[in-house]
């Protein structure tokens, strides 16, 4: 049996996009609280949005070095099924609001190794692999290179620079538990594009459905 690629799209604060993520059966529907991003929400937007979630699909609330107070304001608007942490945050801390949480690891140059970010976390349900640097957020469409994948022992989601036209390559190569996708399916901040929408997910399945080697593996 192939292996099935998870699918999360972050970065939606559409109703209508939701809803068509929905309908294209993907996994994960991130949304971003983190003030100052481009794709960032309030929690009063969150309702409107966690209306439109389909039964089934996870519901992740990205934030970046947040309080507690904001964390647990955005919990109560939103009722995410996973967290998302994407700063300096600790595990004690990521671990403090009861539910299940992944834990980005940046992948740009200069940043700490992977292998031992992770083991910091032995928490964490998954880990995300981004492009950026350290101390900067994601969701910049920054790609690392594929060949420097960590060996961690966690499933791991792959992010950075993901497009309609390289996911395919992506999922061949790294062989993720999953994929994330913000910019890729945009014509603008936060603005999903359903033909992208549509494609990246064709994408996926099309390299999850190919039986030959991987050329990373």
Not at 56 to 64: C, D, I, K, R
Not at 91 to 98: D, V
Not at 173 to 178: D, E, L, N
Request: proline share 9%; with cysteine.
């Amino acid at each position: 049996m192939p292996h099935r690629t998870r699918i999360k799209f972050c970065g939606l604060v559409r109703p209508g996009d939701v809803r068509l993520a929905g309908e294209l059966g993907v996994d994960a529907l991130g949304f971003v609280f983190v003030p100052g991003s481009r794709r960032a929400l309030e929690p009063a937007q969150a309702a409107a949005l966690r209306a439109a979630v389909p039964p089934l699909a996870q519901v992740v609330a990205l934030f970046m070095d947040p309080d507690e107070a904001w964390v647990r304001e955005v919990i109560r608007a939103l009722r995410p099924s996973l967290l998302q942490f994407h700063g300096r945050e600790d595990a004690a801390f990521c671990e403090r609001f009861g539910l299940p949480y992944v834990k980005t690891l940046p992948m740009g140059e200069g940043v700490e190794a992977a292998e031992a970010l992770a083991a910091r976390y032995p928490s964490a349900d998954a880990f995300l692999l981004d492009g950026h640097k350290a101390g900067e957020p994601g969701g910049q469409g920054a790609r690392f290179d594929w060949a420097r994948l960590p060996a961690l022992p966690k499933p791991w989601l792959l992010a950075g620079g993901l497009t309609p036209d390289n996911v395919f390559e992506a999922v061949r190569a790294a062989r993720p538990f999953g994929v994330d996708v913000s910019s890729g399916i945009e014509d603008a901040p936060g603005r999903k594009d359903g033909g992208r929408m549509h494609r990246f997910v064709e994408e996926v399945r099309k390299a999850d459905g190919s039986t030959a080697d991987s050329p990373l593996r």
